[in-house]
């Protein structure tokens, strides 16, 4: 008999609503992926760098050409240097970077303060190290932070905080006074922060994204996890990056070495080549804004309430006293009954918080957005 590690965890609420969606061809704003082709430069980068013979292993820590690229546009962006040398690893994506920076910290015993709802990979990359997470719930609509009750869940056990800004699953993008208040709980405690930023280039209203590296104090004490398949609309090939100061990165590298060891070689030359123009990300913002309006407007006249999306390519569906059902058999009635699938947000809890709400994606072509827009909109109870 196998004694399981992680007993709690078994097929994630993506793959189950994905399939029911293909059984019922339903639109399928569930999963968060873009439902687009990416620029075929960058694949056309990509074959090129194969055909002349880019082929064989990378270095462990990324092609040196793609991390000076990284390391200029942070620098650009948000005024704060890294070392293209000691302070930035290229990963399989921003998942493997999350699972290996927790693996790097975290020891048997300690505790880990989360935001919930939460990217689903974090609890159980806490618990496979023998920690213990520390849950703090968030409430729609608004999904703000209260920094007096983190505080009063530190204590000499705290080894990390992992925040997610823009986030997932609610679209709520982190304000200067929240890193402000964040850098101060950190400061003088042996603790760490993990910054899940993957949306980073995908934030809207003339709001700017507030890095952790915009903030001195606290980029000395946190490793910020990036993504290429967010930003560029290719997710299966698993690329990011992560940037820490050196003496986190040494720690970082040593798991890395041992998990991943390098990652796709022709893939970082392309990348390299492809973010010379600062437009292939620059842009990005007004691209998804677009999109994000588009189908808030299709949703006009709908029972469903809502905040409309800081960030992120996901816009959250409140449903409190329209439906009296809890929110995952909701998602699976509007899949079934009326073609749109989305993920409920209980899943994103480590218990029903009773919010009421679902998730969808955003990421799709103008008329699968306009469609179910309007799908939706029609719907004013399934009582």
Known sequence: MIKSKLPNVGTTIFTVMSKLAAEHNAINLGQGFPGFQMDMKIADLVHSYMKKGFNQYAPMQGTIELRRVIADKINVMYGHSYSPDHEI????GGTQAIFTAISSLVHPGDEVVMFAPAYDCYAPAVELNGGIPVWINLTFPDFRINWEEVKNKLNERTKLIIINSPHNPSGTVMSADDMSQLEFLVKDREMFVLSDEVYEHLIFDGVKHESVSRYPDLAKKSLIVFSFGKTFHNTGWKMGYICAPE????????VHQFNVFSCNTPIQYALADYMSDKDTYLKLPGFFQEKRDKFLAALQGSAFTYKPADGTYFQVLGYDGLFDEADTALAVRLTTDFGIAS?????FYPVDAGQNALRFCFAKEDNLLEKAGRILGTITGLN
């Open 343 to 347: 993920i409920p947000c209980s899943v």
């Open 89 to 92: 690893t290229i990963t399989a």
């Open 247 to 254: 003496y986190l990165m040494n720690e970082f590298r040593k």
